[in-house]
């Protein structure tokens, strides 16, 4: 949706996987838009349905019942958050909303309440269209789940590209102009005037309805379920960002709402519901962020997280570029990795770098290694693909388990693309 405000998908329909007439015609299914359950019978197996167009209230019988009903973005209680310009990005029609206000009102100045993935892509949108833009957080640095050495580089991209942060400042309420549309926000320390505002502080899952059928909710109030997507009523099933997962690393329940768990989940929940059963394994929170020309990801565990859980985190931070600097093209990444001491188990890595850096491949390995348990001797002894155009002769992974282990066995040593010394 970002990308659409901003122009780079030109028409909100191509944001659209699929039509009700496609899933109709190409799957039998039938998709009731601008309906919503109201009520769930769970003893009689059957749904209140209202038509939100007449009003007309049917009763619906199922079979099994998939509860799917996402989140929905956290809106602080404070003043002025229903003013005209004032926004939150969770649907396609907030979107829509977005870059009409745009379009009609032309805003020059941009606050967004918010550091974290959508805050980040929003600032490029907004600067893409020529707004200046200011991002407040309470938190101490952009990304804020991102270790602090990795969070820097995300700061100074900010400010290269213009964008004034107001960090360690909470939200305090909003102001209107004599026509009743945004003029200004109040933080914890002090004000500024802008046109357009973005909360981007967050989702909560939608368990209403869950909630009052008897449906048990679990970590941050989703939906709890097993590793087959089944809630504690029999033949209701859930999944997506409504639902708990389970961390692969430390096996305990959480919740990560992202669109490729609830992707997994969708199709775990789907085999269980129709006869095919499958124990979801659970992630390990792989996620990714562009944010102007950088790439900002993570995997697994930081090293506060991996000692709560019972780990002994030890880290190493390094820098390293995809290609061999003599061949022209790729670039440089700053990574972090996070290991077991007493084990060598891989349990995260961290990673920002230019989008030609090839950042994303690295982390994408580093989720594999994280997810299936392995230890620093195994990324020592990776066998990646290696050309010049491609890769260094030493990869970054790699690099990080010869880093590790020199760590891990009091044996420090320097690596670079060229090898070890």
Not at 8 to 28: C, G, M, S, W, Y
Not at 128 to 157: F, I, N, Q
Not at 226 to 235: A, F, L, R, S
């Given at each position: 949706?970002?990308?659409?405000?901003?122009?780079?998908?030109a028409?909100?329909?191509?944001?659209?996987a699929?039509?009700?007439?496609?899933?109709?015609e190409k799957?039998?299914?039938d998709v009731?838009?601008g309906h919503r359950v109201i009520?769930?019978?769970a003893?009689?197996?059957?749904v209140?349905v209202?038509d939100?167009?007449?009003?007309?209230?049917?009763?619906d019988?199922?079979?099994?019942l998939?509860?799917?009903?996402?989140?929905?973005a956290?809106v602080?209680?404070v003043?002025?958050v229903?003013?005209?310009g004032?926004f939150v990005?969770r649907?396609l029609?907030?979107s829509?909303?977005?870059?009409s206000?745009?379009?009609?009102?032309?805003p020059?100045?941009?606050?967004?309440?918010?550091?974290?993935?959508?805050?980040?892509?929003?600032?490029?949108?907004?600067?893409?269209?020529?707004?200046?833009?200011?991002v407040?957080?309470t938190?101490?640095?952009p990304?804020?789940?991102?270790?602090?050495?990795?969070?820097?580089?995300?700061?100074e991209?900010?400010?290269?590209?213009?964008v004034?942060?107001?960090l360690?400042?909470?939200?305090?309420g909003?102001?209107a102009?004599?026509?009743?549309t945004?003029?200004r926000?109040e933080t914890?320390?002090?004000?500024?005037?802008?046109?357009i505002?973005?909360?981007?502080?967050?989702?909560?899952p939608?368990?209403e309805?869950?909630?009052?059928?008897?449906?048990e909710?679990?970590a941050?109030?989703?939906?709890?379920?097993?590793e087959?997507m089944?809630t504690?009523i029999e033949?209701?099933?859930?999944?997506g960002?409504?639902?708990?997962?389970?961390?692969?690393i430390t096996?305990?329940e959480?919740?990560?709402?992202l669109g490729?768990t609830s992707?997994?989940?969708a199709?775990?929940a789907?085999d269980?519901?129709?006869?095919?059963?499958?124990?979801?394994?659970?992630?390990?929170?792989?996620?990714?962020?562009?944010c102007?020309?950088?790439t900002v990801g993570?995997?697994?565990?930081d090293?506060a997280?991996?000692?709560e859980?019972?780990?002994?985190?030890v880290?190493v931070?390094?820098?390293?570029?995809?290609?061999?600097?003599?061949?022209?093209?790729?670039?440089?990444?700053?990574?972090?990795?996070?290991?077991d001491?007493?084990?060598?188990r891989?349990?995260?890595?961290?990673?920002v770098?230019?989008?030609a850096s090839?950042?994303?491949?690295?982390l994408?390995?580093?989720a594999?290694?994280?997810?299936?348990?392995m230890?620093?001797?195994?990324?020592?002894?990776?066998d990646?693909a290696y050309?010049?155009?491609y890769s260094?002769a030493v990869?970054?992974?790699?690099m990080?388990?010869?880093?590790m282990?020199?760590?891990?066995?009091?044996?420090?040593?320097?690596?670079?693309s060229?090898?070890?010394e």
């Amino acid at each position: 949706m970002p990308y659409y405000i901003s122009g780079v998908t030109a028409d909100h329909r191509d944001l659209i996987a699929r039509t009700p007439e496609e899933f109709r015609e190409k799957n039998e299914v039938d998709v009731l838009t601008g309906h919503r359950v109201i009520e769930i019978d769970a003893g009689n197996r059957t749904v209140l349905v209202r038509d939100l167009e007449s009003g007309r209230e049917f009763r619906d019988e199922y079979t099994v019942l998939l509860l799917s009903t996402g989140a929905s973005a956290f809106v602080p209680p404070v003043a002025g958050v229903d003013l005209e310009g004032c926004f939150v990005l969770r649907q396609l029609s907030d979107s829509i909303s977005i870059k009409s206000f745009i379009r009609d009102r032309a805003p020059r100045r941009a606050v967004i309440v918010g550091a974290g993935p959508v805050g980040m892509e929003m600032c490029e949108s907004f600067r893409r269209l020529g707004l200046a833009v200011t991002v407040v957080d309470t938190a101490v640095a952009p990304m804020p789940y991102m270790d602090p050495e990795l969070s820097s580089r995300v700061l100074e991209k900010l400010e290269s590209e213009g964008v004034e942060c107001r960090l360690g400042e909470g939200l305090e309420g909003m102001e209107a102009d004599r026509n009743g549309t945004l003029r200004r926000i109040e933080t914890t320390e002090g004000s500024l005037d802008c046109d357009i505002a973005l909360l981007a502080i967050g989702i909560r899952p939608a368990t209403e309805l869950a909630r009052s059928a008897g449906v048990e909710l679990g970590a941050r109030e989703a939906v709890k379920v097993d590793e087959g997507m089944h809630t504690n009523i029999e033949g209701v099933y859930a999944a997506g960002d409504c639902a708990v997962t389970f961390d692969a690393i430390t096996g305990s329940e959480t919740w990560i709402p992202l669109g490729s768990t609830s992707r997994k989940q969708a199709r775990a929940a789907a085999d269980s519901m129709f006869g095919a059963p499958v124990d979801f394994p659970g992630v390990v929170g792989t996620s990714i962020v562009k944010c102007f020309d950088l790439t900002v990801g993570r995997t697994g565990l930081d090293e506060a997280y991996a000692r709560e859980s019972g780990f002994e985190p030890v880290s190493v931070s390094f820098e390293a570029r995809d290609t061999p600097e003599y061949y022209p093209s790729g670039g440089g990444m700053a990574l972090k990795i996070i290991c077991d001491s007493p084990s060598g188990r891989v349990l995260g890595a961290q990673v920002v770098g230019g989008l030609a850096s090839g950042a994303d491949k690295r982390l994408d390995v580093f989720a594999v290694c994280t997810a299936a348990g392995m230890t620093t001797s195994d990324l020592e002894h990776l066998d990646l693909a290696y050309a010049p155009p491609y890769s260094a002769a030493v990869d970054a992974p790699i690099m990080a388990g010869n880093l590790m282990s020199g760590k891990l066995t009091g044996k420090p040593c320097r690596c670079d693309s060229s090898g070890l010394e």
